[in-house]
């Protein structure tokens, strides 16, 4: 593996290449994956923004006003709140979490790059590690609580793969596995907040199938149940296969995020492991599906990514 500063857009970034991947991570804006390459055919994994001009995120801002593209992390929530747990009370968790805003520490050894951040607000410090782990470009991830009080948290891979027309998501659940609609524009089929939809389809609506930018919607789910095996792939019409493998002992809950050029004209399916559902501690709590960073303790999860090719070619929506 070989890593190197190079310039993204306007900013700088290291690149992590290896025999079959080339991956660019900013240091300076959130410990961010901005890019990655599937080298054989120079296929972009990640939904990019148009411009020469990286949109800087800042501190306690507003998300969707920064780059909002590639591989973000989500921690220690998704949605912005007002901290209720002592001794935090009263204090703001900003929109999109903390980490994604600010600048991150870094070192290389050769062999990983190592990124890590400590909270301005709360009690934690949030590391991860890349590295190359055979063939797959693999990302190492541990949460520290530097204190002696639990704090609870979400943890999300916000990652928009960037969406291609008749590709198709494969991900471990049995038909008729029950999901919850979080917010939907354009996809009548999936209702409003709250309302149940069955998986793979709902009403005629494959949630599979990566149907052409002209559809105009946007939607988010979240799936009721653990996710019983860590991986989730994404089949493409030319008969390759991205394998997302991830550690569903920590990050046991999934959320699928469908954005088909209705949000900043973007055309992205994100996928969304995650230590906690609904996108915020709190919510996660009321709904049993959430995570718990220990007084003193640690809190360690993966996501990897590797490329195959595909037994299936061809795909039509159910």
């Given amino acids: 593996m070989v890593i190197r500063s190079v310039k993204y857009k306007d ?18 804006y959130g410990g961010k994956m901005l890019s990655l390459v599937y080298k054989q055919t120079g296929r972009q994994i990640l939904e990019e923004t148009i411009g020469e001009v990286y949109k800087k995120p800042f501190y306690d801002g507003v998300y969707i006003d920064a780059e909002c593209s590639a591989f973000d992390d989500m921690f220690p929530t998704i949605d912005r709140m007002i901290c209720e747990q002592y001794p935090w009370v009263g204090t703001v968790c900003p929109d999109h979490g903390e980490v994604y805003a600010l600048p991150w520490q870094s070192e290389t050894d050769g062999d990983s790059l190592h990124l890590w951040v400590y909270s301005p607000r709360f009690c934690y410090r949030l590391d991860k590690w890349v590295r ?12 520290s609580n530097l204190g002696p009080f639990p704090f609870d948290f979400i943890y999300a891979a ?10 198709r998501l494969e991900l471990p659940f049995v038909e008729g596995s029950l999901c919850t609609t979080t917010f939907n524009t354009n996809a009548p089929e999936l209702g409003e907040y709250g309302n149940k939809v069955t998986w793979p389809t709902q009403d005629g609506f494959d949630l599979t199938y990566t149907y052409p930018k002209s559809r105009d919607l946007t939607f988010k789910v979240y799936f009721d149940q653990r996710i019983s095996d860590g991986m989730c792939s994404y ?16 990050l046991p809950y999934f959320a699928l995020w469908t954005n088909l050029g209705n949000f900043k004209n973007m055309y992205n399916i994100a996928i969304e492991p995650c230590s906690g559902s609904f996108d915020r501690p709190d919510l996660a709590r009321k709904h049993g599906q959430y995570s ?20 299936v070619i061809g795909y039509a929506p159910k």
């Fill in 11 to 28: 900013i700088t970034a290291y690149e992590v290449e290896t025999l079959k991947w080339s991956a660019l991570f900013s240091a300076e």
């Fill in 132 to 143: 190359d782990e055979k063939g797959a470009i693999k990302v190492d991830y541990c949460a």
């Fill in 158 to 167: 916000h990652c928009m793969l960037k969406a291609e027309n008749g590709a």
């Fill in 235 to 250: 089949h493409y019409p030319d008969g390759l296969r991205l394998d997302v493998s991830f550690s569903n002992d920590t």
């Fill in 292 to 311: 718990v960073l220990e007084g003193n303790g640690k809190y360690s999860w993966f996501i990897a990514f590797d490329m195959q090719e595909d037994k």
